[in-house]
């Protein structure tokens, strides 16, 4: 057996160790770390040699971690949790905000909210350097526990749950009302009648894939859903042009206009709920909590935008 008495294990090798567990493939670890697949294999011998401990099963082209490889792996985790925690114990005392923080959107957020946030930011923190990626939460949340990013913004979709994992820490914006949207043509239709039309939908296997599937359904109707986009602006213009009917969030349509289109309530006025995640390791940064500050006060900003794009239409 082989000693590793003295060993010091190098913290990257334990994050690509940590993403590898996260995504299962060599192959995946390496496109979410931005490295060669190449790399990251070489780089995981080179743990595996550190640690004296056999890691790894080999299979052909395949790997997965031994019951040593998972014990390490957790404590990579908990190890890079300690780095963000002494990071923040840095720069805890610090007069002003500096350093970077890593922030992911989604489209609509990213549309609506982070322009307002990040020039607020900007405002009171210049030596803060955020850097914004626009990601779908299913993916940004996966990438968060791969510290890929540090703050992320996503949306949960009424009744489709996603799994709660002990390690984020999770703060509500709101709640973002959701509508069937049409062209102005079609203002008189009930959206129970919409089945004879083509319907504009995000790709299949997302939240609001399934959702708006659900809603149709719910109407009695399986919808023709003709167009597939994760692009929630070509959702309202493929609209306008008279070419398809769709569900989209207020948060969208009070940032782009409701010309040309009309908007028909869903039955119990359905919405959508916004909320930050972190992990808590780093949850209680300066900078986290700025850019949450930031983010709090630019949906408190788009209510008002919302209510009125309600009361334009007689909506309460």
């Given at each position: 057996?082989?000693s590793n008495i003295?060993?010091?294990l190098n913290?990257?090798r334990?994050?690509l160790l940590h993403?590898f567990?996260?995504r299962?493939?060599v192959?995946?670890?390496a496109?979410?770390m931005?490295?060669?697949?190449?790399?990251?294999?070489q780089?995981?011998?080179?743990?595996?040699r550190?640690?004296?401990?056999?890691?790894f099963?080999?299979?052909?082209?395949?790997?997965?971690?031994?019951?040593a490889?998972?014990?390490?792996?957790e404590?990579?985790r908990t190890?890079l949790d300690l780095?963000?925690?002494?990071l923040?114990?840095?720069?805890a005392?610090?007069p002003?905000l500096?350093g970077v923080?890593?922030?992911s959107?989604?489209?609509?957020?990213?549309?609506?909210?982070?322009p307002?946030?990040?020039?607020?930011l900007k405002?009171?923190?210049p030596?803060?350097?955020?850097?914004?990626?626009?990601a779908?939460?299913?993916?940004?949340?996966?990438?968060?526990?791969g510290?890929?990013?540090?703050?992320?913004v996503a949306?949960?979709?009424?009744?489709?749950?996603?799994?709660?994992q002990?390690e984020?820490?999770?703060e509500?914006?709101?709640?973002?009302?959701?509508w069937?949207?049409?062209p102005?043509?079609l203002?008189d239709?009930?959206p129970?009648d919409?089945?004879?039309?083509?319907?504009?939908?995000?790709?299949?296997?997302t939240?609001?894939?399934?959702?708006?599937?659900q809603q149709?359904r719910a109407?009695?109707?399986?919808?023709d859903?003709?167009?597939?986009?994760?692009?929630l602006?070509?959702?309202?213009?493929?609209?306008?042009?008279g070419?398809?009917v769709g569900?989209?969030?207020e948060?969208?349509?009070?940032d782009?206009?409701?010309d040309?289109?009309?908007?028909l309530?869903?039955?119990?006025e359905?919405s959508?709920?916004?909320?930050t995640?972190?992990?808590?390791?780093s949850?209680e940064?300066?900078?986290?909590?700025?850019?949450r500050?930031?983010?709090?006060?630019?949906?408190?900003l788009?209510a008002?935008?919302?209510?009125?794009l309600?009361?334009g239409?007689?909506?309460?």
């Amino acid at each position: 057996m082989i000693s590793n008495i003295g060993v010091m294990l190098n913290l990257h090798r334990l994050r690509l160790l940590h993403a590898f567990r996260l995504r299962g493939t060599v192959s995946a670890a390496a496109g979410a770390m931005g490295l060669s697949p190449s790399t990251v294999s070489q780089q995981l011998t080179q743990l595996e040699r550190e640690a004296g401990a056999e890691l790894f099963h080999r299979g052909g082209r395949s790997l997965r971690l031994t019951p040593a490889g998972l014990r390490l792996a957790e404590h990579a985790r908990t190890m890079l949790d300690l780095q963000d925690e002494a990071l923040r114990s840095l720069s805890a005392g610090e007069p002003e905000l500096s350093g970077v923080l890593r922030l992911s959107v989604f489209q609509s957020a990213a549309l609506a909210l982070a322009p307002s946030a990040l020039t607020r930011l900007k405002a009171d923190h210049p030596d803060l350097r955020v850097e914004v990626v626009q990601a779908p939460p299913e993916r940004a949340l996966f990438d968060l526990a791969g510290r890929r990013h540090d703050l992320v913004v996503a949306e949960q979709y009424p009744g489709v749950s996603r799994p709660r994992q002990a390690e984020f820490d999770i703060e509500e914006l709101g709640t973002d009302r959701l509508w069937v949207v049409v062209p102005s043509q079609l203002a008189d239709t009930a959206p129970d009648d919409l089945d004879a039309y083509p319907w504009v939908m995000e790709p299949a296997g997302t939240a609001s894939r399934e959702w708006s599937l659900q809603q149709c359904r719910a109407l009695g109707f399986e919808p023709d859903a003709r167009f597939t986009t994760d692009d929630l602006v070509s959702h309202l213009r493929i609209i306008r042009a008279g070419l398809a009917v769709g569900i989209l969030p207020e948060l969208l349509l009070t940032d782009q206009g409701t010309d040309g289109v009309a908007l028909l309530p869903l039955p119990q006025e359905p919405s959508r709920s916004i909320y930050t995640t972190a992990r808590r390791a780093s949850a209680e940064t300066p900078a986290a909590q700025a850019c949450r500050s930031a983010l709090r006060e630019a949906f408190r900003l788009s209510a008002a935008r919302r209510r009125g794009l309600r009361q334009g239409r007689g909506a309460g």
